[in-house]
């Protein structure tokens, strides 16, 4: 068995002690974090997700696999990004309200922080006021906007009115990312920038801080 399929294996049961075991034998073998990452790790997720939609796997499955998956991130996370530590801006981060996904905004918030942005985490299902209220206290520079089911699209549209209400819609920039959310979706709704995954999210952030 390849080093990557060992880790779907142990992801895909959400064995975390053999995914564990399997990410560091990956490593020590050289195989790169990204590589384990977006090979092993994220698109065996994609393997979960049309499980669960199809019902050969069921909510506490899916857990703990989510529960395995962010573990051999938390190995990975020193090993990712650029390792830069000056502080490019200050960003905050959350999923939206009535959303409880959080390990794709957990990979975005990893690559920020490894490429120099001061990130304030919310966390999952984020009331738009606490966004505004982030922003306020911390003063930051972007907004970073997680949705990933089709029926909390909607809520993303509802935190940018959030920040318009409170007179801070043009000092702030809003970027949202999400399975369910695209380019288009995004300029349908106004927000300053879409990006498809945590690589480009970082990359976009430093666009939008600099520009
Ligand atoms: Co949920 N779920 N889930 N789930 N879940 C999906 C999203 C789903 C596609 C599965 C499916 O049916 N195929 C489906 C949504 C369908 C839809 O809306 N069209 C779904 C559903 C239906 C549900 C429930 C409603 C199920 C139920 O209860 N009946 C329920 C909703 C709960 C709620 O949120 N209120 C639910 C619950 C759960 C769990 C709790 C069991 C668990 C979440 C655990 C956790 O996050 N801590 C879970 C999981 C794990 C998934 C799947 C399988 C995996 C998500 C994931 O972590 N992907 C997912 C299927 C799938 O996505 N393939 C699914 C890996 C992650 C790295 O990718 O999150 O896309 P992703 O993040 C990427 C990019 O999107 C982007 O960068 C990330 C890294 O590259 N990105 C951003 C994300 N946020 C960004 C923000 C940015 C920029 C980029 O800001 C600028």
């Known amino acids: 068995m390849s080093n990557h399929d060992a880790i779907m294996a142990s992801l895909m049961s959400g064995d975390t002690d053999q995914l564990i075991d399997r990410v560091n034998s990956a490593l020590d073998a050289g195989i790169p974090a990204v590589e384990i990452l977006n090979e092993g790790l994220i698109s ?103 949705a990933l089911l089709t029926t909390t699209m909607p809520m993303l549209k509802k935190t940018m009115d959030a920040f318009e209400e409170a007179g801070l819609r043009d000092s ?18 106004g927000a300053d920038g879409y990006a498809p995954d945590a690589g480009s999210a970082s990359k976009l952030a430093k666009a939008v801080v600099t520009a």
């Open 44 to 146: 065996t997720m994609d393997i979960v997700g049309e499980k669960m939609e199809s019902g050969e796997m069921f909510i506490p499955e899916v857990i703990m696999c989510a529960q395995a998956m962010t573990s051999a991130v938390e190995i990975l996370k020193p090993l990712l990004g650029e390792g830069d530590n000056r502080t490019v801006g200050t960003l905050v981060i959350g999923t939206v309200k009535g959303d409880l996904h959080d390990i794709g905004k957990n990979l975005v918030r990893m690559m920020l922080e490894s490429s120099g942005f001061g990130v304030v985490d919310l966390g999952v299902d984020v009331e738009p006021q606490a966004f505004v209220e982030a922003v306020r206290k911390h003063d930051a520079d972007i907004v970073a906007l997680s």
């Open 172 to 189: 702030v920039k809003i970027l949202i990312g999400g399975a369910p959310v695209n380019q288009g979706f995004a300029d349908e709704i």
